[in-house]
């Protein structure tokens, strides 16, 4: 089990690791928009990469590679609302393809996908962190070296709590 906390940590395997969190803190009721990362208990469901910056990643969990069109879509007039889109969108959305490193690597977790309640939040994401691990929109993100051990260790069934 990996445990996130409001204090910035992530404990595994009796090992913290500092991490980042969404700028309004831990919420029990996120709602789209509102900064927060989600209380609750998830799995990674997939595992998104840029190939041509990280070599290879070894993990249990699907692993999809990041393409110039990726992208996420948070836009709550869409479809594909908490879905994977096809870049460019009309809809409001996240670039998976950018030119710092946050999305070298992108965990998505299971966070309102079944079923997906338009408004409830989006695109709430296990991702690298900024080199002064400043806030997040919701998702948490960790060092580079950090989350790739992680995902080396984790299962396909491995529970990630988000306490307050």
Known sequence: MIIIKKS?????????????IGISGIIKKKIEGDGAT???TYKLIKLYYRKDKID???SDIKKIIIKKNTGWCDD???KFYNK????????S???????DNVYDIIGVLNYNTK??????GSAI????????????KGCVALKKKDLTYILSKIKKNTKIKIIN
């Open 115 to 120: 079923p997906i309640i338009k408004g409830k």
């Open 56 to 58: 290879f990643i070894k």
């Open 76 to 78: 709550i007039k869409s």
């Open 93 to 99: 959305h996240e670039k998976f393809y950018r030119t």
């Open 38 to 40: 989600p209380a609750g």
């Open 8 to 20: 910035g940590f992530l404990l595994f395997n009796k090992i913290k690791y500092r991490c980042a």
């Open 125 to 136: 994401f296990m991702h690298l962190a900024k080199k002064k691990f400043s806030k997040t």
């Open 84 to 91: 994977e889109v096809k870049l460019p969108s009309k809809y």
